[in-house]
């Protein structure tokens, strides 16, 4: 291991470990592209059970993940112009940003996204934080399932803290939004609102003065765009009045032109 030094036999060498440690997968033949090696690699990670990893495996996927990052481009927070008072509009991948915290859209098992190359920000955060971060979150998921029972599932709008490992944030807020099946309601709105005012909360709580939001519930959860990114702008700025100075920054993260164009509107 002492003689890896170049990013590709990091890459050959995490995807002769990640083969070695999947029980359905050990025999899978690796491709010669990089591009395409990347992706086994990539989806072996998504698929992995949280459990330990030898010391030596966690440093080279380490320092692999972290010349990810800078191949990718680190987006820092003087880079993010503010659009109005301490609030920001940036349109990219969100683990590209070098803030106090980044909040991911999570489900109610907590563990991310097992879909490999799944295009959700479950599955983004997860792989480019490293294997560590699944075995965290489930390591405080059986702590609440001692404390609640064995099959207790995160509740709606209820954050949870992580580190954030080899993504340029320091920390991740993982938070489950609210799912519309049949229709929009009041409940469902105040649900959603309840996760902008409680990720903020935890973040004041823990000094953490920069948050970037994902578009919470939209997507795959079926809450329509325009009124979720309302929510989220009425319900930041009623916060921000109530706790003046808690935060020199909140990051509206959006990926598709649509939300962007909502966010806009919405700050001018």
């Known amino acids: 291991m002492n003689k890896i030094k170049t990013q590709e036999e990091r890459l050959t060498y995490l995807l002769e470990e990640f083969r070695a440690d999947s029980d359905s997968y050990k025999n899978i033949k690796v491709p010669d592209n990089i591009s395409e090696k990347e992706k086994l690699l990539r989806s072996l990670m998504n698929i992995r059970m949280p459990k330990r990893m030898s010391e ?22 003087t880079n993010i112009p503010v659009v109005k008072g301490n609030l920001s ?9 070098e803030v106090d915290s980044i909040v991911n859209a999570a489900n109610s098992q907590m563990l ?5 190359m799944h295009t959700c920000i479950d599955n983004q955060i997860h792989t480019f934080a490293g294997v560590q971060l699944r075995e965290e979150c489930n390591h405080k998921m059986e702590k609440l399932r001692e ?12 954050p949870m803290l992580t580190d954030a490992y080899n ?17 929009l309601t009041v409940d469902l709105e105040k649900s959603l609102a309840d996760c902008y005012i409680n990720t903020l909360d935890i973040c004041s709580e823990n000094n953490l003065r920069s948050v970037a939001f994902c578009c919470i519930s939209t997507g795959v959860f079926h809450f329509p765009n325009q009124r979720a990114a309302q929510i989220a702008v009425e319900t930041v700025k009623k916060w921000l009045l109530l706790h003046p100075d808690s935060m020199e920054r909140i990051i509206f993260n959006v990926f ?4 962007k164009k909502y966010y806009e509107e919405l700050l001018r």
């Open 56 to 77: 030596e495996v966690i440093k080279v996927q380490d320092e692999y993940l972290s010349c990810r990052a800078e191949e990718k481009g680190i987006v820092k927070l």
């Open 89 to 97: 509009i940036w349109q990219g991948d969100i683990t590209r940003l």
């Open 112 to 116: 991310g996204c097992f879909v490999p």
């Open 147 to 158: 404390k609640y029972g064995k099959n207790y599932e995160q509740p709606t709008s209820i």
């Open 167 to 183: 993504l340029p944030a320091k920390k991740v807020v993982h938070i489950v939004g609210p799912i519309v099946s049949a229709g």
């Open 256 to 259: 598709k032109d649509e939300d």
